[in-house]
């Protein structure tokens, strides 16, 4: 698209949106990064959506000058999925009002709002939303755009899996409700569809009864298989309401495995360590803590949740990985990760290891599609600029192998310049029907479009 295109669409957005439409150099320079800081894409204009009505403007004098259009929530995809050259980017950062009905265990919330800003305003109601990620300064609209997963999900499946009804702008200058029964294409497309066939406006999204206080404990692994045995074990028969495993790289170097699990309480009484924590083959338990759910600072009081938001990263690169892989295959996959220690040069939590529950409502384009439960194994670098080319050859290599033992990478991350033969490859026999919707909803390619390649 040509520079004097590109400019009659930012003039004509500016007419209708005023300020809201922004195309000062500093700020597209800052609109041109995402979490992952390897690839830059500079966009034409962008515009911060304050109502599902300005959406609908901004899309509909998008598609009529056949601009390129980027949806951008929190920004921490790690491979420019938010990102897009020359085009107009829709910030929905603005667009986030948060219902919460606690009466009847649901929430209208919009896709801007951070899960934190969700939690928030569900706590003040003695609730949460259902299957909250680890980290919550991401938006609605972008982890239900790659699936949702968190220290739940060995229980409830993904977050896109949860969703009971959405409402949908496509490029037709529509906003479509969708649901299970009603306009089923449209919201098995958009369920972790990385914004390619419409964007999310807001979500109907269930809420859990929460409780006030969390015990926490922390047990050491030695054995892969050990640890893998007893998170499927409780995956099969839940114990806790959460669990999560982090790889940790120890500050004299060499990995741990350890185990969290948790369990929400109002009074102590409730709560029975010596079953949770029996025919469990951990080496040892680091220690036990209570903690309160929510601190009176409105943030998170443990640690199955965490504020990290795009300051967190300090400007540092991330070419994170994870891969979603059956449970022999994360044992191989695991393997190899810890005979490699400097794929993470860092101390501390440098991977992550989650059961997803296999769900009723799955999200078609949430893969692999299996019966069973399935293992996220999460590897998190954060190379240095001068560190940054080995630890790209090393993380290709890790995804190759990933890919070669059957796991699917979660779309959010470092996906290394994908064209369509590994698109395609990737989604295999589900990427006709989402080439078919594709088309539908978006036949001139303008969302999203240097995320995924079709063709
Ligand atoms: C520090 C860190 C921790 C993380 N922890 C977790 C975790 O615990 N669990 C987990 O599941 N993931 C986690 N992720 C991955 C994260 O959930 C995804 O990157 C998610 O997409 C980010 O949401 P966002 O609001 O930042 O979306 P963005 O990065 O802004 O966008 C991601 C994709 O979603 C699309 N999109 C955004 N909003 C909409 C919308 N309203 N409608 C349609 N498409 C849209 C974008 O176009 C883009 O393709 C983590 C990432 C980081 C960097």
Same mark, same amino acid.
């Given at each position: ?27 597209? =320079? ?111 609209? !972008? ?29 037709? #200058? ?20 990385? !914004? ?44 806790? =309401? ?19 699990? #948790? ?84 101390? #501390?939590?440098? !991977? ?5 529950? %296999? ?39 890790? %995804? ?11 779309? %959010? ?10 698109? %395609? ?19 001139? !390619? ?10």
């Amino acid at each position: 698209m040509s520079s004097s295109q590109q400019d009659a669409c930012a003039r004509a957005l500016e007419r209708e949106l005023g300020d809201r439409a922004q195309r000062i150099p500093d700020d597209l =320079e800052r609109y041109a990064w995402d979490f992952g800081r390897i690839i830059r894409r500079v966009p034409a204009v962008v515009v911060s959506v304050h109502s599902p009505e300005e959406l609908v403007t901004a899309l509909r004098i998008g598609a009529e000058f056949r601009m390129p259009i980027a949806t951008r929530g929190s920004a921490h995809s790690q491979s420019g999925q938010c990102l897009s050259s020359g085009a107009l980017v829709v910030d929905m950062k603005a667009l986030n009002d948060v219902q919460i009905d606690s009466e009847r265990g649901w929430g209208w919330l919009h896709a801007g709002a951070t899960w934190h800003q969700v939690a928030n305003a569900a706590m003040a109601q003695a609730s949460m939303p259902v299957g909250l990620t680890l980290i919550v300064d991401t938006t609605v609209g !972008g982890t239900l755009s790659v699936g949702g997963l968190g220290s739940e999900s060995f229980r409830t499946g993904t977050q896109a899996d949860q969703i009971l009804e959405l409402e949908v702008a496509t490029l037709d #200058g529509k906003l479509t409700r969708c649901s299970p029964e009603h306009n089923r294409e449209l919201y098995d497309a958009v369920r972790a569809g990385v !914004g390619q066939c419409g964007i999310i406006v807001k979500a109907r999204y269930p809420l859990r009864r929460a409780k006030a206080r969390l015990r926490t404990h922390a047990l050491l692994y030695t054995d892969r298989h050990a640890l893998i045995t007893d998170m499927l074990a409780l995956t099969a028969q839940p114990r806790c =309401e959460f669990m999560f495993s982090g790889l940790m790289w120890a500050e004299q170097g060499g990995w741990q495995l350890l185990l969290m699990l #948790g369990s929400e309480f109002d009074a102590e009484a409730e709560l029975n360590d010596a079953r949770l924590l029996s025919g469990l083959q951990f080496k040892r338990e680091l220690g036990t803590r209570d903690d309160p759910q929510w601190l009176s600072s409105g943030t998170p009081g443990h640690r199955f949740f965490r504020c990290y938001d795009e300051q967190s990263g300090g400007g540092a690169h991330h070419p994170w990985a994870d891969h979603l892989c059956e449970p022999s295959a994360a044992i191989e996959l695991l393997a190899d990760m810890l005979s490699e220690p400097a794929i993470a040069p860092r101390v #501390g939590t440098s !991977g992550g290891l989650l059961v997803v529950a %296999s769900h009723a409502n799955r999200a078609p384009l949430f893969l692999p599609r299996v019966a069973g439960p399935l293992l996220l194994l999460g590897v998190f670098p954060e190379p240095s600029s001068k560190q940054l080319p080995d630890a790209l050859v090393r993380m290709r290599r890790h %995804s190759e192998r990933g890919c070669s033992l059957g796991g699917k990478r979660y779309v %959010s991350g470092f996906m290394d310049g994908w064209g369509a033969s590994e698109w %395609s490859a990737h989604f295999g026999e589900t990427w006709a029907w989402f080439q078919s919707m594709k088309d539908r909803f978006d036949p001139a !390619g303008l969302l999203n479009n240097d995320c995924i390649r079709w063709r």
